[in-house]
């Protein structure tokens, strides 16, 4: 099936940094999306993203679709301790199903105060 | 609250047995997605809805696992003849188009 890697696969950073983290495919995605996940709950959506080389920001949240269609970037600036839980990007194909998302592994990211 | 909705949340079952989940989504959606999670993965796409018709199966779900969506409002997932390998967070998201908005799962554990 289609595979998203993305990376890091889990971070630990100190209160006030900023993350990075990316996802990328072989295939070409028409939409990226952002969700993060607390434990024993459903993903939440923290940004969408509809256009090649397009740039969106929610709060300390800015994240990137790649001008190739097969990557995207999430940036967190000065990291809080709420930040910690684990973010996937999922992505839907330019071709194919129109349907459903397909979602990276996750990134882990646990802040220290 | 008019997020989306499912119960029941945990679901503990002995192999063999049948177990039924229920998703309400947001009340102006016509997508409803059904998705598994196991851990240390992503969701993984299961089936969709467009209002009552199913228009879209993923080959992960087999002949025991059927969904409906009777009135294009709620919607249900049956598993039949569970099996340990079944155990796994399912989750139902809906959407008027592309962005998708999750429930908070149900979590099943087959015995």
């Known amino acids: 099936g289609q595979q998203l890697n993305q990376s890091p696969q889990s971070m630990f950073i100190q209160e006030g940094e900023d993350v990075s983290m990316n996802c990328t495919s072989s295939?070409?995605?028409?939409?990226w999306l952002w969700y993060k996940q607390d434990p024993g709950e459903g993903p939440v959506l923290l940004i969408a993203?509809?256009?090649?080389?397009e740039l969106t920001s929610n709060g300390r949240l800015t994240a990137q679709f790649g001008i190739t269609r097969k990557d995207s970037f999430l940036n967190i600036s000065a990291s809080i301790p709420s930040d910690v839980g684990i973010y996937f990007c999922?992505?839907?194909?330019?071709?194919?199903?129109?349907?459903?998302?397909?979602f990276g592994k996750g990134t882990k990211l646990s802040v220290k105060p | 609250d008019t997020g989306v909705s499912q119960n029941p949340r945990h679901k503990i079952t002995k192999r063999g047995q049948n177990v039924t989940f229920r998703c309400d989504p947001i009340?102006?959606?016509?997508?409803l997605y059904w998705y598994r999670q196991t851990l240390g993965q992503g969701p993984e796409f299961l089936t969709y809805?467009?209002?009552?018709?199913?228009?879209?199966k993923s080959r992960l779900l087999s002949d025991r696992f059927s969904a409906e969506r009777p009135k294009g409002s709620f919607s249900t997932l049956e598993i039949q003849r569970t099996e340990q390998g079944d155990s796994a967070m399912y989750l139902c998201?809906?959407?008027?188009?592309?962005?998708?908005?999750f429930g908070p799962g149900t979590r099943l554990t087959v015995l």
């Open positions: 998201a809906s959407s008027l188009v592309i962005e998708q908005f």
């Open positions: 295939s070409i995605f028409n939409t």
């Open positions: 993203l509809y256009k090649a080389g």
């Open positions: 999922a992505g839907q194909l330019l071709e194919g199903s129109q349907g459903n998302l397909i």
């Open positions: 009340s102006e959606h016509n997508r």
């Open positions: 809805f467009q209002n009552e018709a199913q228009l879209e």
